[in-house]
């Protein structure tokens, strides 16, 4: 053997050890089973381990590096085959593999992949050990597609045989279920389609069932669920009558709300002095947001951006009584900070349910521009100075109106000039939220405000709703969304 895997041996040795019984015996008996597990090769050889183990990368790529002497091979095409005499080589990926199956006797852990004529193929090899000592090993090679073959040939058969096997499970639990289940199961059934049929009657049949099992159990289920139906229904008949008349009354109380608010533009029409335009989308049936612009005497008009907490029913006639006592209390020459004092403290007195208002009022003279202002805890107002853009008022915001007695808010002052526009709003517009729970913001706000900044309140308004609709998408509306524009267009004058 050393001779051999060496190159060593004599041709007269190999040619005597070919022409041998023993070896074409041997050689017949791989050829049978090569054909039989259908691979395209299996071959016995050695390796010349001192060529193996230093690899030469030149010798690797013109082919003069061989360590591979063939023993035996039975490739299924026999004018390829290799025999004993012929040498040959392997993937230099493959080398440390070799080299380990050679010194440990044991085959390599993983199977080699290679690309042949017709397709990939997967080889293993084997080694030989005599006395502790590897001798040689027997490979093997076959194609992939064989043993795509093979596992889809046992999944097949191992599926089938679990069809078969439940098949025949399920005909005998089929045979159980029609002698002991059916028949009770099939007057249940007839009792539940008498119900559905006739009126929602409940029939006797199911009080007779007495099997004393879970078929019993069943049908004193159905028997209650029938009733119990029945009794559901009586109720929902009640409920849903009363739900109506709730309804009702709702759509009445969103049109005495609406009808509350100032909706008729444009408001003013004896005053070319300012352009002025409100809208209010309520969240629910009826809200808690409210807006008002009225005239307190010639030359002042009030505006008026208040939000309510909570919403619904509650939070609207919160916001009626709020509404109703800043505009009573907004007189010709009154400060502001003095009206929100007093109605502060009127709030207090009578608000068990603990609500509370944020409002923003200001009173625009007409003929000097200068406008007084009060804030409770409410949104800064956007101002845009003729030719400017549209930036934040930041004032200092006093405390929630009827969140505590004994509040003193304070009144501020600043000139509003011919082209100047004003825009106040409610958090509803700023707290939009979308389904990824982003909310709309103040910067979104404003860069719309600007984008749009030569329209007028009319024109303008539609744009910030349009956009925040684009933002929320599907999104529930959670907030009443308030906003009201203003500009004033010129200077009153006096007669």
Known sequence: TYRYNTGSAAQAEIDAVLQSSRYQEIK???????????????????????????????????????????????????????ALGDCGSIFKEYIEDSIQAYKTGKPADNYFISEGEFGYNTSAMYPVVQNGET????????????????VQDYVTKVVIAGIVATVLLLLLILVVLLRTLIMPVKMVAEAANQFVTNNNMVSDVLEKIHTRDEIEMLSQSVLKMERDINDYIENLTQVTA??????????????????????????????????????????????????????????????VMADVSGKGVPAALFMVIGKTL?????????????????????????N????????????????????????????????????GSYVRYKTKAGFVLAGMEGMRYRT????????????????????????????????????????????????????????????????????????????????????
């Open 28 to 82: 017949a008996q791989m050829d049978q089973l090569q054909s039989s597990i259908q691979a395209n090769d299996i071959f016995v050889f050695v390796f010349d381990m001192d060529v193996l183990e230093n690899f030469d990368e030149k010798g690797y790529e013109d082919g003069t590096w061989n360590p591979l002497y063939y023993i035996m091979d039975s490739y299924r095409f026999p004018e390829y085959q290799l």
């Open 135 to 150: 001798i040689a090993f027997i490979g093997v090679e076959i194609p992939m597609a064989t043993l795509e073959g093979d």
């Open 242 to 303: 009363e739900k109506e008349r709730i309804g009702a009354e709702l759509n009445i109380a969103t049109q005495i709300q609406a009808d509350m608010l100032p909706s008729i533009f444009p408001a003013f029409p004896d005053h070319p002095e300012i352009d002025i335009y409100a809208t209010m989308t309520p969240a629910k049936e009826v809200g808690g947001d409210f807006y008002d612009f009225f005239m307190v005497d010639d030359r002042h008009l009030a505006m």
């Open 326 to 350: 800043i505009k009573d209390h907004t007189m010709p020459g009154a400060s502001l900070g003095d009206v929100f004092t007093e109605v502060n403290e009127l709030l207090c007195e009578s």
């Open 352 to 387: 068990k349910e603990g609500l509370f208002i944020t409002a923003f009022e200001c009173v625009l003279d007409l003929v000097t521009g200068e406008m007084t202002f009060v804030n409770a805890g409410h949104e800064l107002p956007f101002i845009r100075k003729k030719d």
């Open 412 to 495: 501020g002052t600043l000139t509003l000039e011919p082209g100047d526009k004003l825009f106040l709003y409610t958090d509803g517009v700023t707290e939009a939220t979308n389904n990824a729970n982003e909310l709309y913001g103040t910067e979104r706000l404003e860069r719309v405000l600007n984008e749009h900044r030569e329209k007028t309140p009319e024109e303008l308004l539609p744009e910030v709703k349009q956009s925040i609709d684009a933002f929320v998408g599907e999104a529930p509306q959670f907030d009443d969304i308030t906003m009201l524009s203003l500009e004033f267009c010129k200077k009153m004058e006096i007669q």
